[in-house]
C-alpha cells in the first residue's frame, strides 16, 4: 500500500470526534446518575431509557478508543494496527445495534401499554428487563460471525479497523443486524399503533382512554424523530456503503463518515433528553437544589 503523510485536517478532525465522544459520556453518565438517584424515575419507561443512556455510554468509551487510537497514530505517522483493533471494531458494531434495538424496545413498551393493557406480565420489570437482556445478547453474538470470518481488517489510510466496504455478505449483514431490523421493528410498531388508534376510533371511548392512548403514539412519535436523527445525520456512512457496491469510495470514506456517525449520536442524547420529560424534570430539579444546598451550608457557617 501506498502511504502518504498526514493529512493537515487528518488532528483537528480526530480531536473533534474525541470531544464529541467525551460529552456523549459526560451526558449519558449524567443522565443514568439522575435516574438512579431519582425515586420519580424509578419507572418501567424509565427502565427503558437507563439502558439507551448505559448503550449510548459505552458505546462512547468505545467511540473514544477508536479515536484516540487514531490520533496517536496520525501523530506518530505510524500505519499499524495495536492488538485490540480488532477488538474495538467488534465492540463497536455490537454497542451499535444495541444502541438501535434500545429504541425498539422503548417503541415496544409504548405499544404493549396500549394494545395489552390487560396483559399486565408484559409490563413487568421483570418481562421488560427479559427484552433488555434478549437484545443484548444479539448485539453481542452476532457480530462473532466477522471474527471468525476474519473480515474485520485494518484500514491504514483510516487508521481503523472495519468491515471493507463493497459487496459482501459480511457488509449486508451487519447492516441487517444494527439498522434494517431494529428501524424496521419500530416502524412496524409505529404502523401498528396507528392502525389500533383507528379501530379505537370507531368505538365509544372514555375521554381518558384516548388521550392515554394519544400520549402513547406521541411517544413513539418521538421515538421515530430520534432514528431519524441518527439515520439522517449518519447518512455519509450509508452514501459510502452504496456507492462501494460500484466503484471504490472516497480514500478517506470512514473518517468522514465517523464524524458525522458521532454527532449524530450526541444529537441523539440532547434529544432524548428533552423528548423525556420525566428526565428533564429530574434534572433541572437537581440543579436547582444545589444552590439551596450550598447556601443552607453557608448559612450555618
Known amino acids: 500500500m501506498n502511504l502518504t503523510s498526514t493529512e493537515f485536517w487528518f488532528i483537528p478532525t480526530d480531536i473533534l470526534m ?3 465522544t467525551v460529552l456523549i459520556i459526560i451526558l449519558a453518565t449524567l443522565f443514568l446518575f439522575i435516574i438512579v438517584l431519582h425515586k420519580t424515575c424509578h419507572t418501567i419507561s424509565m ?12 458505546l462512547g468509551c468505545v467511540s473514544l478508543s477508536l479515536s484516540l487510537f487514531t490520533l496517536e497514530n496520525d501523530l506518530k505517522q505510524v500505519y499499524s494496527e495495536d492488538s485490540l483493533c480488532v477488538l474495538r471494531a467488534y465492540l463497536n458494531y455490537a454497542v451499535s445495534a444495541e444502541f438501535m434495538f434500545s429504541f425498539s424496545l422503548q417503541a415496544l413498551y409504548r405499544y404493549i401499554t396500549v394494545v395489552y393493557r390487560t396483559n399486565l406480565y408484559w409490563q413487568t ?9 434478549i437484545t443484548w445478547i444479539f448485539s453481542l453474538t452476532y457480530p462473532v460471525v466477522f471474527i471468525f470470518l476474519h473480515n474485520i481488517t485494518y484500514n491504514a489510510d483510516n487508521q481503523i479497523c472495519q468491515l471493507p466496504l463493497g459487496l459482501s455478505f459480511s457488509l449486508f449483514y451487519g447492516v441487517f443486524c444494527i439498522y434494517l431490523i431494529p428501524v424496521s421493528m419500530t416502524m412496524f410498531i409505529y404502523f401498528k399503533l396507528i392502525l389500533h388508534i383507528r379501530e379505537l376510533g370507531h368505538n365509544t371511548m372514555i375521554v381518558h382512554t384516548l388521550i392515554r392512548v394519544q400520549r402513547e403514539l406521541k411517544m413513539v412519535q418521538r421515538i421515530i424523530m430520534l432514528l431519524n436523527i441518527i439515520v439522517t445525520i449518519g447518512v455519509p456512512y450509508g452514501i459510502f456503503v452504496f456507492i462501494s457496491f460500484f466503484t471504490t469510495p472516497p480514500k478517506y470514506h470512514f473518517r468522514i463518515a465517523f464524524i458525522f456517525t458521532d454527532a449524530s449520536i450526541l444529537i441523539a442524547l440532547i434529544a432524548l433528553l428533552q423528548f423525556t420529560d420525566l428526565l428533564k424534570k429530574s434534572l433541572v430539579r437537581r440543579f436547582r437544589q ?12
Open 125 to 133: 420489570f421483570k418481562c421488560q428487563a427479559l427484552f433488555i437482556c
Open 18 to 20: 474525541i470531544i464529541c
Open 290 to 301: 444545589q444552590p439551596n444546598v450550598v447556601a443552607a451550608a453557608a448559612g450555618r457557617t
Open 47 to 58: 427502565m427503558l431509557v437507563a439502558n439507551t443512556c448505559l448503550t449510548t455510554l459505552v
